[in-house]
C-alpha cells in the first residue's frame, strides 16, 4: 500500500511570486485535506476536496487554492505570495466512511523571501 | 480562538515509566478524537483516536481517554520508550460543510530519557 506523498520537499520563492504545490493520496483515499503549519504551531485546515470538488475551507484568502484529479491527486496553489506564507504544507487523504482518520504526507516546506 | 488546546509545550519522562499528555477542547460539536505524532521532517503520523460515543481506546502501549463533561481528552504511553521522543498533537473532527475538518492543538513536544 503507498502512503501519501508530497513534492517537492522543499522551495524557496520570493514575494508576489505563485506556488503549486501536489500530493498522492494513499491508495484507495478518495478524499484529500490541506493543512498550513506554522512554526511552533499545530497544522490549520485550508480546505478539503472530494470527488473533485471543494467540499469545505478554512480561513484562508481565495489566493490560496486548488485542484483534485480523477486519480484522487491534488494540487495546491497559492497566488501572490507574502512572507507570512513560509510554513511546511501538508496534505492528507482519508476515505470518507465516518471514521474521519487522515493520513498525512512529509509535507512541503514553503519559504518565501 | 483556539478550540483545542494542549497546555503543555513540553514532557519529560524517565524511559519506562507512563506518559500522559493532555488535551482541552470547547467546541461541543467535536464527534472524534485524534492523537499524532510527528518527527522532525516528517509529517504527522496517526496513533490513536477515538469516538465521542466511547470514553477509552486502547492499542498496545496507547491509550486515549476521554471525558466528554470536561472536554478532556488525554493520551497514556505506557511503557515509555526511547523512540516515542516526538511532538505529539491532540486533533477533533467536526463536520464543516460538509467537510472532515480536523482542528489540531499546539502540540507537546515528549521527551524519554534513558
Known amino acids: 500500500e503507498t502512503g501519501v506523498t508530497q513534492s517537492p520537499t522543499h522551495l524557496i520563492k520570493t514575494r508576489g511570486q505563485q506556488v503549486t504545490l501536489r500530493c498522492s493520496s494513499q491508495?484507495?483515499?478518495?478524499?484529500v485535506s490541506w493543512y498550513q503549519q506554522a512554526l511552533g504551531q499545530g497544522p490549520q485546515f485550508i480546505f478539503q476536496?472530494?470527488?473533485?470538488?471543494?467540499?469545505g475551507r478554512g480561513n484562508f484568502p481565495p489566493r490560496f487554492s486548488g485542484l483534485q484529479f480523477p486519480n484522487y491527486s491534488s494540487e495546491l496553489n497559492v497566488n501572490a505570495l507574502e512572507l507570512d506564507d513560509s510554513a511546511l504544507y501538508l496534505c492528507a487523504s482519508s476515505l470518507v466512511s465516518g471514521t474521519d482518520t487522515q493520513y498525512f504526507g512529509p509535507g512541503t516546506r514553503l519559504t518565501v523571501l | 480562538d483556539q478550540q483545542v488546546k494542549q497546555n503543555s509545550p513540553s514532557l519529560s519522562v524517565q524511559e519506562g515509566r507512563i506518559s500522559i499528555l493532555n488535551c482541552d477542547y470547547t467546541?461541543?460539536?467535536?464527534?472524534?478524537f485524534l492523537w499524532y505524532k510527528k518527527y522532525p521532517a516528517e509529517g504527522p503520523t496517526f496513533l490513536i483516536s477515538?469516538?465521542?460515543?466511547?470514553d477509552k481506546n486502547e492499542d498496545g502501549r496507547f491509550t486515549v481517554f476521554l471525558n466528554k463533561s470536561a472536554k478532556h481528552l488525554s493520551l497514556h504511553i505506557v511503557p515509555s520508550q526511547p523512540g516515542d521522543s516526538a511532538v505529539y498533537f491532540c486533533?477533533?473532527?467536526?463536520?464543516?460543510?460538509?467537510?472532515?475538518?480536523?482542528?489540531f492543538g499546539q502540540g507537546t513536544r515528549l521527551t524519554i530519557n534513558p
Open positions: 486533533a477533533a473532527s467536526a463536520r464543516a460543510q460538509g467537510a472532515q475538518k480536523l482542528v
Open positions: 491508495s484507495g483515499h478518495n478524499t
Open positions: 477515538i469516538s465521542s460515543i466511547k
Open positions: 467546541n461541543s460539536m467535536f464527534d472524534y
Open positions: 476536496y472530494y470527488r473533485e470538488e471543494e467540499n
